[in-house]
């Protein structure tokens, strides 16, 4: 397994998904255009080797996971793996947690500047997208942070906006792991809440930190259960947070609890930018450390971004055990990369008004961040959309068969198709489309039926097909 | 007056049409568009704007832009009457203009 992100960009050179840019690009917008393109033609990872006004010992590398051969290649598979087979791989070893192991020493720690040394503009943080409101460094990081009341730790994947030397805006949703925990301890004392940006860990500790995991849970346990071995844990600098030893990159601070500055807007992973601006955190650093010629790792974040696999992976299994612990009859969840993390397809035993309820009312009862669903039966393949688009065309009665529910407080204010007005109330809805056949139809005399290969003939005549087919002149 | 003679170029966000008046002393905060390694750094200060730059020759370029980001087609001229504290007192999660403007109102005041 990968220790470190060095390590992974060495498999990825290997397998052909890595592209090493050794011409000289501007950090302002062409890293972004550049990297925006690369994800939307599925193209490979980008390590770029020399960034203008930077000097060459600092490099980039962009996209590392999104596409589903390189998951399957940070899990160890074979780059060919199929997604239902990195799907049940996830599943097999996130059950497992291995809790990391603390080491004195780390790579991280090679070089260190604190207090006056920190100028975050030595970070080639890069201006992604025109109009955003600033340069983002947290788009693939790990942000670690503690609550004091339970020592809980969590890890998780949050986006940070350049401010000026030593300050940093951020956006973690008010609704997530370290928005709650910030909200919920550090802000009724006035505390300032230390964390620790993590830039460049190993490939499956990032995506423990991006994996939808349950409020409480052991991110860095997950990295090591994902990995089959524990990761190396150091000590902070400036506070006690534990990030792990191999990083590249480490910028040390504390977000400040009665202090404000200038958030966004970002173009996000949905694909677009919405006018989410002026509602985050301000964050002071204390510190940065990293390794000798440290690598800056960067999403370009958009349509088929690194949360259009990670992301999306680890969500439709949350929901899968989810609506299993809610009575649901669920077979198998499947969250597409077009669907940019606001899309689930569920496959069940049996459909239904009652069914449809149960899954609505289970997936935003604290927050929502999936707005449309498709309920199939178990016969469809959900990994292929074909499939899919097929079954929601043909069976979903376009008047009994949409079931919605509305919420505030909760919504997902990333979500385009909201009103900046439902954005501030965090007000909005998801809508499940039952794509089942309702279960009081006679199968005998009411059920249409089924007409593909696969189902309206008998084995005898599919096989004699199948096995006559190059014979007929097909060539596959 | 923190500005010189050097024309410098700036960008703000704002939420709605009408948060840039003439005349009126406004809290802003500016970022940086003059090249180099800190371009895109921000700045808190209190300023007045003006939609005929051309006519004041000693004040700064500020480009406009939506809080969906999208760059409008006028160009305003500024004058930067004061700096303000780069951490504003205010809430997290809460509406940092509405803080901005408190800070600036906190700051007349003292």
């Given at each position: ?243 792990p030893a191999c990083a590249e990159i480490v910028i040390e601070g504390e977000v400040l ?220 | ?37 800190k371009k895109y750094s921000v700045r808190h200060v209190v300023a007045t704007v003006s939609r005929n730059p051309e006519e004041m020759p ?53």
């Amino acid at each position: 397994m990968f220790d470190d992100t060095r390590e992974f960009i060495e498999a990825l050179r290997a397998s052909g998904d890595l592209v090493e840019v050794e011409k000289e690009v501007s950090w302002d917008l062409e890293l972004g255009a550049i990297s925006r393109l690369a994800c939307e033609k599925d193209g490979p990872a980008i390590w770029f080797k020399r960034i203008a006004d930077y000097p060459d010992d600092i490099t980039v590398l962009v996209n590392p996971m999104a596409t589903w051969r390189r998951v399957a290649m940070a899990f160890g598979l074979a780059p060919d793996a199929s997604i239902k087979d990195i799907y049940r791989e996830y599943e097999k070893r996130e059950g497992k947690l291995i809790p990391p192991v603390t080491v004195e020493r780390g790579p991280c720690h090679e070089v260190v500047r604190r207090g006056s040394e920190v100028d975050l503009f030595d970070l080639p943080a890069p201006m992604l997208h025109e109009g955003d409101g600033g340069r983002y460094l947290g788009t693939w990081d790990l942000v670690v942070s503690r609550d004091p009341a339970s020592q809980w730790v969590n890890w998780g994947t949050y986006r940070f906006m350049l401010y000026d030397s030593s300050h940093l805006t951020g956006f973690p949703r008010p609704t997530s792991h370290l928005g709650k925990m910030f909200q919920d301890y550090y802000v009724p004392r006035g505390e300032p809440m230390p964390i620790a940006i993590v830039i460049g860990a190993d490939p499956l500790s990032h995506f423990a930190a991006s994996a939808t995991f349950h409020l409480g849970g052991d991110e860095a346990g997950l990295a090591g259960g994902l990995r089959g071995e524990p990761v190396d844990l150091v000590r902070c600098r400036t506070s006690d947070l534990l990030v792990p030893a191999c990083a590249e990159i480490v910028i040390e601070g504390e977000v400040l609890p009665d202090r404000v500055g200038l958030e966004g807007p970002y173009g996000e992973y949905p694909g677009y930018r919405t006018g989410e601006m002026g509602n985050g955190i301000l964050f002071r650093a204390t510190a940065i450390t990293h390794r000798k010629h440290p690598i800056f790792t960067v999403d370009a974040t958009g349509y088929k971004d690194d949360s259009s696999t990670v992301t999306a992976l680890s969500g439709a299994l949350a929901i899968q055990k989810r609506l299993e612990r809610h009575g649901v009859p669920v077979v198998d969840v499947y969250m597409p990369p077009e669907g940019a993390v606001h899309l689930a397809i569920v496959a069940v035993q049996y459909g239904g008004k009652e069914v449809a309820r149960n899954i609505l009312e289970t997936l935003t009862s604290r927050r929502a961040l999936i707005s449309k669903i498709f309920m199939v039966e178990a016969d469809i393949d959900i990994f292929d959309m074909g499939k899919v688009l097929h079954a929601f065309s043909t069976k979903c009665h376009p008047a009994h068969g949409v079931h919605v529910i509305h919420y505030e407080g909760r919504a997902n204010t990333l979500t385009p198709c909201y009103s900046q007005g439902e954005r501030v109330a965090q007000k909005g809805a998801t809508v499940l489309f039952d794509c089942t056949w309702p279960g009081e139809w006679s199968r005998e005399w009411e059920t249409p039926v089924k007409a593909t290969f696969d189902s309206i003939y008998s084995e005898s005549v599919r096989r004699k097909v199948l096995e006559r087919w190059r014979d007929y002149g097909f060539d596959k | 007056m923190v500005s010189t003679n050097e024309r410098k170029s700036w960008e703000t966000f704002v939420r709605r049409p009408g948060d840039l008046r003439e005349g009126a002393e406004l809290p802003l905060a500016l970022r940086d568009l003059n090249p180099g390694r800190k371009k895109y750094s921000v700045r808190h200060v209190v300023a007045t704007v003006s939609r005929n730059p051309e006519e004041m020759p000693h004040v700064d370029t500020l480009f406009v832009r939506t809080v969906v980001g999208v760059l409008l087609p006028e160009t305003w001229g500024i004058t930067i009457l004061r700096d303000l504290p780069i951490e504003v007192p205010g809430k997290p999660y809460h509406d940092f203009f509405a803080s901005l403007k408190a800070a600036a109102r906190d700051g007349d005041k003292t």
